[in-house]
């Protein structure tokens, strides 16, 4: 049985706020989310930059495969413990010392006149990304107690945005103050900032029964899932929980420029000021948990997110009314950030901590699918519906994962909670 999720009295939340390993998992997750946009919309601009034809960096995108097949070899850090730092620690340094190497690595190579060779760079960046992402995932869900998985788990989505914010806007400006390979040494040279984190963090303890065969390691994390009565209805509310948000999201710049909004007006509100809305949605969704407890939060959390997708609805009638899209965007935000720190929080309890890095690699690929797969026909739905009746559907399609947590109540708060 699944154990529960408690929630916290406030002297053990202000403990749990201000400890050192919430600090870690912030490092972690801006480490986590710096390679991100560096082998995407800035290498795009760079292909762009130097010639290189619409064709060619349209199937650039297919270098961003790692992240969604990060669980085939995710096994091996599960077996294997290198001779120094320990099980985490030790691979976590070993992938960003080699992830700082490849970003170098590829700053010496020129779309112009080798083309291939920038693709193999920037692959091999995007696999040695994908596998910190599930040393870091492994290690947040051992180094935590449950009930701080929540704030860990915000504080590790507001770093891992830094990053990202920090690769895309930091990057292109310095690629334009500077040059490319210049500016993909300097990011190399953050990656300096995770690599200091984790010698100076403490090793997770090793949990009893481990697997102790590279077989035991690729099956066991399969069996010990789903023998347990609730796997399938776990991996029905990872689908569905924020599917009505993301699907809302996929195709809501297209929404925004229908309306008549400006493309500046746009950059303003959706991008910078709806990025600090999240922050701080994540930040205090953690906290918020801490109190709660897990099951109240993904409930509160849940509502709050299906009631801000409505909002779309209500921006669809108003019309280009700047204040309106402006309550809209931060709203959608806020609550996106509060349910993201729940649901990452969420999938780490459900991992054994014996197979962490295999099950969370498997749950976070699954998390993946509405955004990557299922919002691939929301174009073609909001022209055939109209954006109002869109984005009403993306609102009921909350509630199917609402019920399912009906069904969670159990073992997500302790019994006396």
Not at 167 to 179: N, Q
Not at 197 to 206: S, V
Not at 211 to 228: G, M, Q
Not at 267 to 285: D, E, M, N, Q, R
Request: hydrophobic content about 55%; overall charge positive; proline content about 5%.
């Amino acid at each position: 049985m699944t154990q529960p999720i408690p929630k916290s009295g406030w002297r053990e939340t202000f403990r749990s706020i201000f400890s050192g390993r919430m600090l870690v998992a912030l490092v972690m997750g801006f480490t986590s989310g710096l390679p991100l946009l560096l082998t995407s919309s800035v290498l795009q601009a760079w292909l762009k930059d130097s010639g290189v034809s619409l064709a060619a960096i349209g199937a650039a995108s297919l270098i961003g495969l790692p992240y969604t097949l990060k669980f085939l070899w995710a096994p091996l850090f599960d077996r294997f413990t290198l001779p120094l730092f320990g099980r985490r620690r030790g691979w976590l340094l070993l992938m960003q010392a080699i992830l700082a190497a490849a970003l170098v690595g590829l700053s010496w190579s020129n779309p112009a006149t080798n083309l291939w060779g920038v693709a193999l760079a920037a692959l091999l960046v995007t696999f040695f990304s994908a596998s910190q992402d599930i040393v870091v995932d492994a290690y947040r869900r051992e180094s935590l107690r449950d009930l701080e998985l929540g704030f860990g788990s915000a504080l590790f989505v507001n770093g891992y945005r830094i990053g990202m914010l920090l690769a895309g806007g930091g990057g292109l400006i310095l690629a334009d103050l500077l040059s490319f390979p210049v500016m993909y040494q300097v990011m190399a040279a953050f990656m300096g900032v995770g690599i200091i984190t984790t010698l100076l963090a403490r090793e997770p303890t090793l949990p009893p029964g481990a697997p102790r065969t590279l077989k035991s390691a690729v099956i066991e994390p399969f069996v010990e899932f789903f023998k347990r009565e609730e796997a399938w209805l776990i991996l029905a509310f990872i689908l569905f929980y924020k599917l009505g948000d993301t699907l809302a999201t996929a195709i809501s710049t297209p929404f925004y420029l229908d309306l008549g909004f400006t493309k500046t007006e746009i950059g303003a509100v959706v991008k910078l000021f709806g990025f600090w809305a999240t922050i701080l949605g994540g930040t205090l969704g953690g906290i918020w948990i801490l109190r709660l407890g897990m099951y109240r939060a993904l409930w509160t959390f849940g509502i709050l997110q299906m009631l801000s997708t409505f909002g779309f609805v209500l921006l669809a009638h108003l019309g280009p009314h700047l204040t309106g899209l402006a309550t809209v965007v931060a709203v959608e935000n806020f609550t996106g950030g509060l349910g993201t720190a729940a649901f990452v929080g969420f999938m780490g309890a459900m991992t054994d901590k014996r197979f962490t890095a295999t099950q969370y690699a498997l749950l976070s690929s699954l998390m993946g699918v509405p955004r990557v797969i299922l919002s691939a026909p929301t174009g073609w739905m909001a022209e055939s519906m109209g954006w109002s009746l869109f984005f009403l559907t993306c609102t009921l399609m909350a509630l199917p994962g609402l019920w399912l947590l009906r069904r969670f109540k159990g073992w997500t708060e302790p019994a006396n909670a």
